[in-house]
């Protein structure tokens, strides 16, 4: 079946730092790509996305490429603050296999420290 | 602009009693509804879906429940608690099936002793 593997956290860095966050996934068929953010105490929020290979999602300075030859879609942020201490998932979405269900992986805490 | 709200946000709950969290989505109609938890150290778990009224499909064997009595509202349940219970409860809505874009909930702690 599918799955999706992240680098395990949890993952500190000094603000300003470069972020990067490992994601490689297991799928059949041609899935869609998404990292979610979960702040302190709420529920998860859609960072970015990518429906094809070598898209590009973005937001908020977070990017991340869909890389069919290494299925992977890491995720990076160029200067990190401290409001983005947050934990992050990694999940995709296969339609071709009839499933009404995202596959995450199992996240990844990041602290920001000033 | 559509919303998602759930509650109760925290509840402590004795070993063997019953459940029920409620969430509603406002601004859409007939959204696809999802129940997941996600306890610690072990990410996400979807427990049910609906894609309308009344139908409900289960993604693992539980001690859980779910009903969509309205087009709008999922409730999730249990009769009697279980330890293993315990977990950050999580309800999320989508348009339509196949597009991976979630909108979640604020979440509901729940804590059983």
């Known amino acids: 079946g599918d799955s999706v593997t992240q680098m395990e956290g949890p993952v500190t860095l000094s603000e300003e730092a470069f972020l990067t966050i490992n994601c490689t996934y297991t799928a059949t068929g041609y899935p869609s790509l998404f990292w979610y953010v979960q702040y302190p105490g709420e529920g998860l929020q859609l960072l970015l996305k990518?429906?094809?290979?070598?898209d590009k999602g973005s937001n908020k300075g977070f990017e991340a490429t869909y890389r069919k030859e290494t299925t992977s879609f890491h995720l990076e942020k160029g200067s990190v603050q401290v409001s983005d201490s947050a934990v992050y998932f990694c999940?995709?979405?296969?339609?071709?296999?009839?499933?009404?269900?995202?596959?995450f992986g199992k996240g990844t805490k990041l602290s920001v420290i000033p | 602009s559509q919303t998602i709200h759930q509650w109760p946000a925290t509840l402590v709950q004795p070993v063997g009693s019953p459940l029920s969290l409620e969430c509603t989505v406002e601004?859409?109609?007939?959204?696809?509804l999802y129940w997941y938890r996600q306890a610690a150290g072990r990410g996400l778990q979807l427990l049910f879906y609906s894609i309308g009224i009344g139908q409900i499909s289960s993604e693992v064997p539980q001690n859980l429940s779910a009903s969509r009595p309205q087009d709008r509202q999922f409730i999730l349940s249990s009769k009697k608690l279980l330890l293993s219970d315990s977990g950050f409860y999580l309800c999320?809505?989508?348009?339509?099936?196949?597009?991976?874009?979630?909108?979640f909930g604020e979440g509901s702690r729940l804590t059983v002793l």
């Open positions: 601004g859409t109609s007939n959204p696809n």
């Open positions: 999320a809505w989508s348009v339509g099936a196949y597009t991976g874009e979630l909108f």
């Open positions: 990518a429906t094809k290979a070598d």
């Open positions: 999940a995709l979405f296969n339609s071709g296999a009839g499933s009404y269900q995202l596959t």
